[in-house]
């Protein structure tokens, strides 16, 4: 029974019959039910009902109606109440629909309404009861949701378990792949206190150039950063802000327009001309994605977008959900599938920071998103061919790219970064300084033809991590002994030795 209207739903719903006991009066007419992550592709939340005694399990992919070849992205409740709506549909759709039962049983039992419904969570018993109470339920037991002791919901898991190991082997898994898809355990929604504030500069200026940012680190990686190119996009977005206003953005965005949506989301983000709104973020995101108008460079930004969505969401004490990680890393995948394997630089470093550590723990990870580590794995790889490169010059001609002045450490990844002594010194021992002032009172004795190298005993070579063409370095060491090689193609040498000064003294 394919229900579309919700109101029929419901009319339908309360006109079936409510009992203690189950049609077969052999079983209490109580059912457990929780919602569970399924992150095997294509992903979406789902609705698992359990009846304790009878042990008849059923499950319902979330939101109802959703094709099942598409992923179930645009639901993704963060605590009861956005969930409520969705769930309470899927209840009636279930108990209307018998569980499916006409599709396995020549004679099926006909549809019945719960007596008594439980869950594990708190909000979610809460804010169901709410739903069904809001949208006219007749089975005024149905008005409130008991919370379920312990002993039910570990009965339940381990029921789903079997369920989860025959939909694994339906799907093909074998041997280690299917051991790395571990079993999802219902959902607990958090505390609000444990989410994190989105925080927004005071200045709208800095809005904006927070909003291009945002918006640059969703695009695919450029080769060389261009400080001019960025002033411009910056100049063009401030202009876009002043002109169009956000109620027309919105209108564009619920209209089908990409672009748009994504406009609107980071405006809401940023908290330009409104107040930031995490449910918002996502919901317009997913427009942008959603819209048969977005092409694949729309589509693939907006995924990206949404992997800080799910990053950022809680303060760093409490860790990310695992259902938080999936769906990151999903959007990861898909941004790179839809740039035909290329990344941008939010799913490089969500890659490398988040997905690589969380990878030892959920295994499953590994076996899935193969766009993101491909990804990674490249860039890997052309990072070290860079900096041995790099390593091998400067082993060539150490002094071209270290500065020669005593106690300075700065070293650069190309020779023009660094001013040459213009004396008369051979050119195969000309030190190389990173400022004006330059220890000439050491040089001078060796700042003649045919003399020996004024640098007697240069600095170690810590190897560049080249952020971009043109980029200088420091080492700095940490509280614990270690040292960490500090890059950047925008700040200068004064400012990175600074930098390093405050680190140390804190340290």
């Not at 006991?21 to 919602?35: I, K």
């Not at 009861?129 to 409130?144: R, S």
């Not at 999802?184 to 005071?202: A, M, Q, R």
């Not at 950047?488 to 140390?504: I, M, P, R, V």
Request: aromatic fraction near 10%; charge should be neutral; glycine fraction near 4%.
């Amino acid at each position: 029974m394919d229900i579309r209207d919700d109101k029929a739903r419901a009319r339908l719903f309360n006109s079936l019959s409510c009992k203690a006991l189950s049609p077969s009066r052999m079983v209490p007419n109580t059912w457990y039910f929780d919602l569970r992550y399924i992150s095997i592709d294509p992903p979406s939340h789902t609705l698992f009902f359990y009846q304790p005694d009878s042990h008849m399990m059923h499950t319902q992919r979330l939101p109802i109606n959703s094709p099942p070849y598409q992923a179930g992205i645009g639901f993704f409740p963060e605590n009861g109440e956005q969930a409520a709506s969705e769930v309470v549909k899927a209840i009636m759709h279930g108990f209307l629909n018998s569980f499916e039962a006409r599709r396995f049983e020549q004679y099926p039992p006909a549809p019945f309404a719960p007596f008594k419904l439980t869950t594990e969570d708190p909000s979610l018993a809460r804010e169901v009861g709410k739903e069904f109470k809001a949208i006219g339920a007749v089975h005024q037991c149905l008005w409130n949701i008991e919370v379920a002791g312990d002993s039910t919901p570990k009965v339940a898991h381990e029921q789903f378990k079997m369920l989860y190991a025959d939909i694994k082997t339906r799907i093909g898994f074998k041997d280690l792949v299917f051991a790395a898809f571990q079993t999802p355990h219902s959902i607990v929604f958090l505390n609000p206190s444990e989410y994190e504030e989105i925080t927004v500069h005071d200045d709208e200026e800095d809005r904006i150039c927070e909003y291009a940012n945002q918006l640059s680190n969703a695009k695919l990686v450029e080769e060389k950063f261009d400080i001019n190119k960025r002033v411009k996009e910056i100049e063009d977005l401030a202009r876009l802000v002043e002109n169009k206003p956000l109620d027309l953005v919105k209108r564009e965005a619920d209209g089908g327009n990409g672009m748009s949506a994504i406009d609107y989301a980071l405006r809401v983000r940023n908290g330009i001309g409104c107040t930031p709104d995490r449910a918002k973020i996502r919901e317009y995101l997913v427009k942008a994605i959603k819209s048969p108008h977005s092409n694949n460079v729309t589509k693939s930004i907006a995924h990206s977008l949404l992997i800080n969505w799910y990053t950022d969401a809680l303060k760093s004490d409490y860790g990310l959900p695992v259902r938080y990680v999936f769906s990151a890393a999903y959007h990861a995948d898909q941004a790179v599938a839809l740039a035909q394997g290329k990344p941008s630089p939010v799913v490089l470093l969500f890659g490398q920071n988040l997905m690589r550590p969380h990878a030892e723990q959920f295994v499953q990870l590994y076996a899935q998103f193969k766009n993101v580590w491909n990804a990674v794995d490249k860039r890997d790889e052309e990072i070290q061919t860079k900096r041995t490169h790099a390593q091998q010059k400067r082993m060539e001609k150490p002094n071209r790219y270290r500065c020669a002045n005593v106690g300075c450490l700065i070293q650069t990844d190309t020779g023009k970064m660094l001013q040459r002594c213009s004396g008369k010194c051979d050119p195969d021992k000309k030190p190389s300084y990173c400022g004006r002032e330059y220890d000439w009172k050491n040089h001078k004795p060796f700042c003649k033809p045919n003399q020996p190298c004024s640098v007697i005993a240069p600095e170690p070579d810590y190897g560049m991590r080249r952020t971009h063409s043109g980029a200088i370095s420091i080492p700095i060491r940490q509280s614990d002994g270690q040292t960490m090689l500090l890059s950047s193609s925008t700040w200068s040498a004064e400012d990175l030795k600074d930098f390093k000064k405050e680190l140390e003294k804190e340290n």
